[in-house]
C-alpha cells in the first residue's frame, strides 16, 4: 500500500469495503494521482475478496 496512509485507515477500508463502489470515491478524494491508482487497485482487490467469502457464507446458510 502506499506509506503515507496510517493503519487505521487501511483497516478502515477494510472493515467497509462494500460501502461505495471501488474506484469512484478514491479517484475524486485522491490528493495525488498515484495515491487514487492504489486505493482503486487495494479496493478492487478487498471487494472481490469480499463477495467471495459471502457467496461462500450465503451457500454454508443454504446448506445448513
Request: glycine share 4%; net charge positive.
Given at each position: 500500500f502506499?506509506?503515507?496512509?496510517?493503519?487505521s485507515e487501511?483497516?478502515?477500508r477494510l472493515e467497509f469495503p462494500m460501502v461505495r463502489?471501488?474506484?469512484i470515491e478514491p479517484a475524486l478524494s485522491a490528493?495525488?494521482?498515484d495515491t487514487g491508482i492504489i486505493?482503486?487497485?487495494f479496493l478492487s482487490i478487498t471487494n472481490?475478496?469480499?463477495s467471495l467469502f459471502y457467496k461462500?457464507?450465503?451457500r454454508l446458510c443454504v446448506l445448513s
Amino acid at each position: 500500500f502506499s506509506s503515507k496512509k496510517p493503519s487505521s485507515e487501511i483497516a478502515r477500508r477494510l472493515e467497509f469495503p462494500m460501502v461505495r463502489p471501488a474506484g469512484i470515491e478514491p479517484a475524486l478524494s485522491a490528493p495525488e494521482g498515484d495515491t487514487g491508482i492504489i486505493d482503486v487497485i487495494f479496493l478492487s482487490i478487498t471487494n472481490l475478496y469480499k463477495s467471495l467469502f459471502y457467496k461462500d457464507l450465503m451457500r454454508l446458510c443454504v446448506l445448513s
